[in-house]
């Protein structure tokens, strides 16, 4: 099964460079995006990620932050407008893949009222029970509180675990990629142009391509062993927060 695949921009903010690029470009602000990423083929439609929560959310933690600048987000970058512009309705997406549990991806999880939401189970079990003790003071932040209680409660008949090697649907496949967060998936997606590979473990094309690790990483091990593979296995790479998606893909579609 060959699927079609398309980006949206859904929010643009500035990163240090150290933070995007593994001890490097210290004196730069690197631009980064937020994605949501419509996947559609055989009656189906799989969203990855659901944008981010309304900024103001965000507000108290900028000041402890110096390596970023806020987020902004126009009026056509909101989730629920940026989906309709090429003709989604949340209400009416099979699954949704949540890669990782951060507020960037979690941020309107109950537009999705019909879909089975997809997430890794080591993941879920480690935003519940963190290992590192420094997660418990943003867990607002991983996932809202308000999309929190969905989830654990009228949404929950929905809530998909995953393993970490899983198939979605035939031609979509998910494995834990780490290097991130523990939550951080990728998802293998079979298209005419082959496949393509999404995740949140690489920020931009050049961490994949020049084998360079994201500097905002949770195990530095799991870069060689991740990268490799989606090297080895990708033939389109679709990295979650790069402004060149739209460069190299036009109107972000990926593969039609």
């Given at each position: 099964?060959?699927?079609?695949?398309?980006?949206?921009?859904v929010g643009r903010q500035q990163l240090r460079g150290p933070i995007v690029f593994y001890l490097d470009r210290?004196?730069?602000?690197?631009?980064?995006?937020?994605?949501?990423?419509?996947?559609?083929?055989?009656?189906?439609?799989?969203?990855?990620?659901?944008?981010?929560?309304?900024?103001?959310?965000?507000?108290?933690?900028?000041?402890?932050?110096?390596?970023?600048?806020?987020?902004?987000?126009?009026?056509?970058?909101?989730?629920?407008?940026?989906?309709?512009?090429?003709?989604?309705?949340?209400?009416?997406?099979?699954?949704?893949?949540?890669?990782?549990?951060?507020?960037?991806?979690?941020?309107?999880?109950?537009?999705?009222?019909?879909?089975?939401?997809?997430?890794?189970?080591?993941?879920?079990?480690?935003?519940?029970?963190?290992?590192?003790?420094?997660?418990?003071?943003?867990?607002?932040?991983?996932?809202?509180?308000?999309?929190?209680?969905?989830?654990?409660?009228?949404?929950?008949?929905?809530?998909?675990?995953?393993?970490?090697?899983?198939?979605?649907?035939?031609?979509?496949?998910?494995?834990?990629?780490?290097?991130?967060?523990?939550?951080?998936?990728?998802?293998?997606?079979?298209?005419?142009?082959?496949?393509?590979?999404?995740?949140?473990?690489?920020f931009k094309f050049r961490n994949i391509e020049e084998n360079i690790p994201i500097g905002a990483l949770e195990?530095?091990?799991?870069?060689?062993?991740?990268?490799?593979?989606?090297?080895?296995?990708?033939?389109?790479?679709?990295?979650?927060?790069?402004?060149?998606?739209f460069v190299r893909y036009p109107g972000g579609l990926i593969a039609e």
């Amino acid at each position: 099964m060959n699927y079609s695949i398309q980006v949206l921009q859904v929010g643009r903010q500035q990163l240090r460079g150290p933070i995007v690029f593994y001890l490097d470009r210290f004196d730069a602000w690197e631009p980064f995006v937020d994605t949501i990423i419509v996947v559609r083929g055989g009656g189906k439609t799989i969203v990855i990620n659901s944008g981010l929560p309304p900024l103001s959310v965000l507000e108290p933690f900028w000041p402890s932050w110096p390596g970023e600048r806020p987020w902004e987000m126009t009026a056509t970058e909101e989730p629920a407008t940026a989906l309709a512009s090429i003709g989604v309705d949340p209400a009416a997406v099979d699954f949704l893949i949540l890669t990782p549990l951060v507020y960037y991806a979690t941020g309107h999880i109950d537009l999705f009222s019909k879909a089975q939401i997809c997430i890794l189970k080591r993941g879920w079990a480690d935003f519940h029970a963190p290992a590192n003790s420094f997660y418990e003071s943003i867990r607002s932040l991983l996932i809202p509180p308000k999309m929190l209680a969905s989830m654990v409660t009228n949404c929950f008949p929905r809530l998909r675990l995953l393993e970490d090697e899983d198939e979605i649907l035939p031609g979509i496949r998910t494995f834990f990629a780490g290097v991130h967060h523990r939550s951080s998936m990728a998802v293998s997606i079979d298209t005419v142009k082959g496949k393509a590979v999404f995740s949140d473990c690489f920020f931009k094309f050049r961490n994949i391509e020049e084998n360079i690790p994201i500097g905002a990483l949770e195990n530095l091990d799991e870069v060689e062993i991740t990268y490799s593979r989606i090297r080895r296995e990708a033939n389109l790479l679709i990295p979650m927060f790069d402004p060149e998606l739209f460069v190299r893909y036009p109107g972000g579609l990926i593969a039609e």
